[in-house]
């Protein structure tokens, strides 16, 4: 029998065409529509080509979500879920339609066909949220641990990038915005404005309280999906995003129909804009199984993460430094910056430090480091996030932690600071005073 989530699903089955998967590629959502179905004997599931990049990321991080909006409104129904590909023969026969044919398989016995099949954990829809099959928290033991990807080099399309942002989302779209939320997914569908602009370009409105909000906040990577119903096309815009405050943008982008949201005018403080910077651009048709892919040239948040990734493997001590509401600096010593391949860079901390009651009044902080061997310095400004959820706490835990008193992963002692960088800068003092003019 379905439980009370799948249930809640089955009630979407008009709009399962166009459900959207997403899967994790590292720290970036990877958003697609997917052609969710149902069959009593095997479940949900999703049919796919063995090639296909999902197949490969679902192989390394099996945690993924099924978004399904409804045609009206702006909330989308998110399902968080275990993926799982097989290929099964019994399954491939369960999930076989002649209607696959039409997507160049041979039949159920095509060697490039495979089947996601699909554990339902929750669906939220709004304020409602529905029960699914309980969260397995050894999922995470399945993750793969990878290093942060170096940066793409090429070849570069940026302006052709540039021009396939200006062209889709001028006039404005709705289009569906995937952040983390964690170590899974939310959705929504979003107004998507573009504005002809260096210091703005492609953007969104919203709340500075909003949920989507922190969650750019703690995890900037964005992706961005537009559909065709009528061409069978989509395309998605992978993004890394910026939470704005800057009064002269408000300025820049304010239209009165924002009004209609509940904001009074650019200077209202409850006004955040969204500024994406696009990484890529994936055009994919879905009765094809190849997309057109289009890289930009590499975006600053990413050259900075790079920074950040040599700060952590320095094997220095950190100097972290944050703000009291007094506005007064705290300094202080901190053992390591970690990695995690799908939430990034986090530290450690008490929850009860001076640093934590600091951080909840400004998030914002600066990491530095110096190895006197080399000669490095780095320097990140950054905006850190603290968690404490069971689901951010057992995937980062490491035994060593228990060395200085930490009593478990989920010991309410420890709290996560995920490490948002915002801006890094790095010098090599040794080569910067050899390089001076000598007197």
């Excluded at 949900?44 to 999902?54: A, C, D, L, P, W």
């Excluded at 699914?132 to 990038?161: R, S, W």
């Excluded at 899974?184 to 002809?196: A, F, N, P």
């Excluded at 995890?219 to 910026?242: R, Y």
């Amino acid at each position: 029998m379905p439980n009370e989530a799948e249930k809640f699903l089955l009630t979407l089955k008009d709009h399962f065409l166009w459900s959207i998967l997403t899967t994790s590629d590292c720290l970036r959502p990877t958003p697609r529509a997917c052609g969710l179905k149902y069959k009593p004997e095997i479940g949900f599931f999703i049919t796919t080509v063995s090639i296909s990049k999902k197949v490969s990321q679902i192989e390394k991080n099996p945690i993924g979500t099924i978004s399904i909006y409804p045609d009206k409104g702006q909330i989308s129904a998110v399902a968080h879920c275990i993926l799982q590909v097989t290929k099964e023969q019994k399954v491939l026969d369960a999930a076989w339609s002649d209607e696959l044919l039409q997507f160049g398989y041979t039949g159920k016995t095509d060697e490039r066909f495979r089947v996601i099949l699909i554990t339902v954990n929750s669906v939220t829809f709004g304020n409602d949220k529905y029960a699914g099959v309980p969260f397995d928290y050894k999922i995470y033991e399945k993750i793969t641990k990878e290093d942060l990807p170096p940066l793409p080099t090429g070849p570069f399309k940026t302006k052709e990038v540039e021009e396939f942002v200006k062209s889709t989302f001028k006039p404005l779209k709705n289009a569906h915005m995937i952040t983390f939320d964690g170590f899974v997914h939310d959705s929504r569908v979003m107004e998507i404005h573009y504005k002809d602009d260096e210091n703005v370009g492609l953007y969104a409105i919203t709340g500075f309280k909003s949920k989507k909000v922190q969650q750019i906040i703690a995890n900037p990577n964005v992706s961005l999906l537009i559909e065709n119903k009528e061409t069978w096309e989509q395309k998605i815009f992978d993004t890394a995003a910026k939470i704005c405050e800057c009064p002269e943008i408000k300025k820049k982008i304010w239209d009165d129909e924002f009004k209609q949201y509940g904001f009074t005018g650019p200077e209202d403080e409850k006004l955040a804009v969204i500024l994406f910077s696009t990484r890529r651009v994936i055009h994919h048709n879905l009765g094809s199984h190849i997309s057109e892919v289009l890289v930009a040239e590499p975006v600053q948040y990413d050259k900075d993460l790079q920074l950040l990734n040599k700060l952590s493997k320095l094997g220095e001590p950190i100097n972290l430094v944050t703000a009291d509401e007094r506005g007064v600096l705290h300094s202080r010593i901190m053992g390591v910056v970690m990695y995690n391949s799908v939430i990034g860079f986090c530290m450690v901390t008490k929850s009860t430090s001076a640093k934590n009651k600091q951080l909840e009044h400004n998030n914002h902080a600066i990491l530095t480091s110096y190895k006197a061997e080399s000669g490095d310095s780095y320097t990140i400004e950054a905006q850190l996030s603290i968690k404490k959820e069971k689901e951010i706490m057992i995937p980062t835990w490491i035994p060593m932690m228990a060395a200085v008193g930490y009593k478990g992963p989920e010991d309410p002692a420890r709290s996560i600071l995920l490490v948002n960088v915002t801006k890094a800068d790095h010098v090599n003092v040794k080569q910067f005073w050899a390089n001076l003019p000598k007197q």
